[in-house]
């Protein structure tokens, strides 16, 4: 394909096009670019601008009390003048457009310009290069106030609890904002019950749990049982013709006819929902049914209110869980501002807060409930655990949603005040104190209990206990695993659900560094008192934006290349799970065996890459291996690595190194058999996987009487004096697998047929995936040469392997896009192998 002048090759891959100033990874995703709407439309735009140039002239000389009119008068005797473009405020100078070119020319080939006794200077206008500004997304009042304009009005107050106090007040919505929210409640809820009779239409979330903000989302529930029932009383009521006549009943027919609201599912009812949006409600636009996602929502906007909205129609736990926070708000005013202040310094520190939604950032709801986990753990406590408030309610308030128990007092006069009488100046210092110490990686939050609870333990409870028990004889959707992960919060009610999950181990290591960088600054005179020379105090140093230094999230230029498998007994199968309980203390040197065997078949088998033992006769390996690739064609190199797998299994091995221990006999014993029989350094031939590392680890990972349920105050951390034990490969990777994944996923499970489609992010689909990837290419050719180090570290609840990336030559800059694909891929692909373990 020949390129033209906007479109130059990228040196990591791809194309980008100057004009759009985008990236794009192949030569067809650059052909649906050139023919896509922006580019054609920047296209006609710019030739516009560039006609315009070359027809239109630069003019100064005049005096500044003339107008547009004298300047077309003067110069229409040349040709028709298309347009006068003045500015007066910088210059005086104009631009005159003329309709032709000819006149341009004639204009100025005319020896002298004189206007009112002025002599004009004309020269050609400038020819500048035509440059794409995108428009900026304009965002609701307050949703980014300045910090300066934050900082002036913090600095006018006497305290720190004046201070939070003030953030609320920049922040909420205003009254007038909040009666137009609720007008447009109402108008919905008339629309809806025209189509939908005896339906309701409840608020959640922000704009109604107490800490909405100027920028928050209308979330909407739709209530639709009483609507069943009606439609349900319709349909049988076939002997009472005159009443099935009546307006209501007309309503049903027309609308509700062409569907069972009872067998209809989410999908169906939604598109209907966007379709009443779509046709009957003033000033919507932009409506969007988004049927995949984890609740099917129906998303909107308003035009005039410059307000987005969602609806769902199966989000009861979503209600509660409001009902919920307005509940612990009325409970104790400190919730108020400190939800506020914490909420706008993780913002700033860039933890929470992305406008665009995903990624692995707190949402605003995961971190309310760490506040509020926080407050019930104070000494003594500022609200209560679920569990407590239950027993405070009476009986008409039992509540169950979905199997869940979320029974809790409607009215805040059922609970006791707190006897806490902590300012929120000491409140928000010990939140960060709290969490800036806090174990993440083997505690579970549970705000129904009112207290942490360690993994292992919590994965024990779930099994045993009589909530889960009443859902399995439901056979409910509530019966789906938790996804465990870096931090876990989990929901006061639904308790399968960790608000948290999205969460990577990243931006958990950044909130608790930010939280020990706030706690070491709350405890100085700068947070605490007033200045009295006028600096900044206060609030206002820990609102200051994340500097330069070493950005987690951003992905700044200094950060450590690793990646973190923690231990999750959740993910292993159940044979796996009894052997490691049988380990007992030594369950690590089990588990972290698989684990490495698992990597080590990612990067063969699915990656398709080289990998070999940090001993042995590596450098002739890779001689071998990059001859052999670099002579295959494309056709040849996926059946080279692909034939030679079972082959690799075997002879690219684990090695991990003994440390000396005490009382070591049978290590040093296990040390000689090693290196005699098995060990690449001393022996030509190499050990298994399972063999290295059965043999390596046995020993090393012992941790004296740990035990896999161990309390957290009774764990013991791995022998700080020894070696960690470790597994040291090199790596050659033959193709870019990270570039087009997505695209070339889609077009394979397109052509397949659905009986012989792979479940989606499965191992076999991945490894087709980059089958694929190395088919597109002409010739194998050696990309990259990393080396790959793999650590086990942590005590009990928090064991994890680390896998440390040092990089090779890389001229052509591609670890980075390589180790940021794998950030997310690698983990993925290893617990989905560990689920397979047998």
């Known amino acids: 394909m020949e390129l033209n002048s906007d479109i130059q090759p990228v040196l990591k891959g791809g194309f980008r096009c100057n004009l759009c100033e985008i990236h794009v990874p192949n030569k067809a995703s650059l052909d649906d670019h050139l023919k896509g709407r922006r580019h054609q439309k920047l296209s006609s735009v710019r030739a516009t601008r560039k006609a315009q140039a070359e027809s239109s002239l630069f003019v100064t000389g005049f005096a500044r009390e003339t107008s547009q009119l004298q300047l077309v008068d003067h110069f229409q005797q040349f040709g028709p003048v298309a347009e006068v473009i003045m500015d007066k405020d910088k210059g005086v100078y104009a631009i005159v457009e003329f309709s032709e070119t000819e006149g341009m020319q004639s204009a100025f080939s005319h020896p002298q310009h004189t206007l009112e006794g002025q002599k004009l200077c004309v020269k050609p206008r400038e020819k500048k290069e035509f440059r794409y500004i995108p428009k900026k997304k304009q965002y609701p009042r307050n949703l980014h106030l300045s910090v300066e304009h934050l900082s002036r009005e913090l600095c006018q107050a006497a305290s720190v609890n004046e201070q939070m106090q003030r ?178 310094w993780a913002k700033q520190k860039e933890l929470a807060g992305n406008p665009f939604g995903g990624g692995p950032l707190l949402n605003n709801y995961a971190l309310t409930l760490l506040i509020i986990f926080f407050l019930q753990n104070q000494d003594p406590p500022v609200l209560l655990s679920v569990n407590q408030l239950k027993e405070m309610a009476c009986e008409e308030e039992d509540c169950v949603i979905e199997g869940w128990d979320c029974t809790f007092p409607s009215q805040p006069i059922s609970v006791p005040p707190s006897k806490n009488t902590e ?58 695993t938790i996804r465990l992960g870096p931090v876990n919060v989990l929901d006061p009610f639904e308790l399968c659900h960790n608000v948290a999950g999205n969460l990577n181990e990243r931006t958990q290591k950044c909130f608790r560094r930010e939280c020990e960088e706030a ?167 190499e050990c298994s996987p399972r063999d290295s590392v059965h043999v390596g680890l046995k020993r090393l990972l012992s941790c004296g009487d740990d035990t896999l349920g161990s309390p957290p105050s009774k764990r013991q951390m791995l022998d700080s004096g020894s070696k960690h034990p470790s597994a040291l490969w090199h790596c050659l990777l033959w193709h870019r697998v990270w570039v087009g994944r997505r695209k070339v996923r889609h077009n394979l499970l397109k052509n397949l047929r659905e009986a012989s489609k792979p479940e989606g992010g499965s191992i076999e689909l991945e490894t087709q995936v980059t089958a694929c990837i ?35 030559e890389d001229h052509a800059g591609l670890f980075q896009d390589f180790f940021h694909f794998l950030e997310s891929f690698l983990p993925k692909m290893t617990v989905k192998l560990l689920e397979k373990l047998e």
Request: net charge negative.
């Open 167 to 344: 953030v609320v007040e920049c922040f909420q919505l205003s009254e007038s904002e909040k009666k137009v929210r609720n007008l447009l409640v109402e108008l919905l809820q008339g629309v809806f019950t025209e189509f939908f009779p005896e339906c309701c239409v409840q608020p959640f979330g922000s704009s109604v749990n107490t800490f909405d903000i100027h920028s928050c989302d209308l979330d909407l529930f739709l209530d639709l049982e009483n609507t069943k029932s009606f439609q349900a009383r319709a349909k049988g009521s076939s002997d009472q013709a005159e009443e099935c006549q009546s307006e209501d009943i007309q309503s049903e027919d027309s609308i509700l006819s062409d569907i069972d609201l009872s067998t209809a599912s989410p999908a169906e009812v939604l598109d209907l929902v966007a379709v009443v949006l779509r046709k009957c409600v003033p000033g919507v636009h932009k409506v969007q049914v988004l049927s995949s996602a984890r609740l099917p929502v129906v998303k909107f906007s308003h035009r005039e209110l410059d307000l987005q909205g969602d609806i769902t129609i199966n989000n009861r736990l979503a209600v509660r869980n409001t009902r919920f926070l307005q509940l612990c708000s009325k409970l104790d005013a400190r919730l108020h501002p400190l939800v506020y202040s914490i909420r706008y």
């Open 774 to 808: 190395a088919q597109e290419h002409e010739e194998a050719q050696k990309l990259l040469e990393f080396t790959l180090e793999a650590e086990v570290l942590g005590c009990t609840e928090d064991t994890q392997t680390v896998l440390k990336f040092t990089p090779g």
């Open 519 to 685: 706690a070491k600054y709350c405890r100085s005179l700068q947070y605490q008192r007033k200045s009295t020379k006028g600096k900044v105090w206060g609030l206002v140093r820990l609102f200051a934006p994340l500097d330069g230094r070493a950005r987690g999230l951003t992905g700044g230029t200094e950060r450590e290349l690793s990646i973190s498998i923690p231990f999750k007994a959740a993910m292993l199968p159940d044979l796996v799970c009894s052997q490691l309980r049988l380990a007992g203390g030594h369950f690590r040197q089990l588990w972290f065996e698989k684990v490495c065997h698992a990597v080590v078949r990612v990067f063969q088998d699915v990656l398709k890459c080289s990998v070999a033992p940090s001993d042995g006769p590596v450098k002739d390996m890779m001689r071998r291996e990059e001859t052999e690739h670099g002579a295959v064609t494309d056709t040849n190199a996926a059946a080279h690595v692909g034939t030679d797998n079972e082959d690799v299994k075997q002879d690219y091995i684990i090695d991990c190194t003994l440390p000396a221990r005490e009382n070591g006999k049978n290590v040093q014993e296990a040390n000689n058999n090693c290196a005699s029989d098995t060990c690449p350094s001393t022996s030509s031939k």
């Open 423 to 480: 300012d929120l100046c000491a409140l928000l210092a010990g939140f960060f104190s709290f969490y800036g110490q806090f174990d993440f990686a083997g505690s579970v939050i549970s705000l129904r209990e009112g207290q942490a609870l360690s993994i292992t333990g919590f994965l024990n409870k779930i099994e045993e206990d009589e909530v889960m028990e009443r859902r399995k004889k439901a056979g409910d959707r509530g019966l789906k």
